[in-house]
């Protein structure tokens, strides 16, 4: 709102100072900077990660594949480190795992402990989990509307932050003439102050 009054120093007055006029200029010079730099800003920041996460989400689904895995036994066992800390087990509850087994894209067999996708896990059971070419777990691919949503939040990150430093250095601007005023305030009553209130004094 002060970016928006400061424009107002503009109009002709005849107590209006130079310094008066500088601000309604570093006022505008803001106001431009907030109303279209900082979305310009943030639609190509928004824009340039879209890209990026779009091409690496493109990446992850040639490269990851779902295939089919069989559960082969429950593991009773904690996960390791879990006993250490039983409050952050409390805290955080531990999925239970299973040893599975599948068969990778390359024809290569696998076994090995993985999430359990049901509860209880029953052996027999089938299900399917991310794999890459040789049969490496991986995680789910980045979903493009994901990768959207994120892209335009990274935009709006960078325009809300451009708005933020540009009314932040106007405000030091600001600070700065107003030092500069009282100072000259104090220098002028330092002069005038010494005949104030005599009789006939400036006369």
């Excluded at 601000?23 to 803001?30: C, D, G, P, S, T």
């Excluded at 109303?35 to 879209?50: E, F, I, M, S």
């Excluded at 480190?81 to 390359?106: E, Y």
Aim: charge should be positive; aromatic fraction near 6%.
């Amino acid at each position: 709102m002060r970016t928006f009054l400061g424009v107002w120093r503009w109009r002709r007055n005849p107590l209006r100072r130079p310094t008066d006029l500088f601000e309604a200029w570093v006022a505008f010079a803001a106001l431009v900077c907030v109303l279209v730099v900082a979305p310009a800003v943030g639609c190509a920041a928004g824009l340039r990660v879209d890209g990026t996460l779009q091409r690496a989400a493109r990446e992850q689904r040639q490269e990851r594949y779902l295939v089919p895995a069989v559960v082969v036994r429950p593991t009773p066992d904690p996960v390791v480190g879990a006993d250490a800390d039983p409050a952050a087990k409390r805290q955080t509850p531990q999925r239970s795992r299973i040893v599975a087994s599948w068969t990778a894209p390359d024809g290569s067999s696998h076994q090995g402990n993985v999430p359990a996708a049901e509860e209880p896990p029953r052996p027999g059971d089938r299900f399917r989990i991310w794999t890459d070419t040789h049969g490496r777990l991986v995680g789910q691919p980045l979903d493009p509307s994901a990768a959207s949503v994120h892209a335009g939040l990274a935009g709006l990150a960078a325009a809300l932050g451009i708005a933020a430093l540009v009314e932040t250095v106007r405000r030091l601007v600001v600070r700065r003439l107003m030092h500069r005023r009282y100072i000259r305030l104090d220098r002028a009553w330092a002069a005038a102050g010494p005949d104030w209130g005599r009789a006939g004094a400036g006369s």
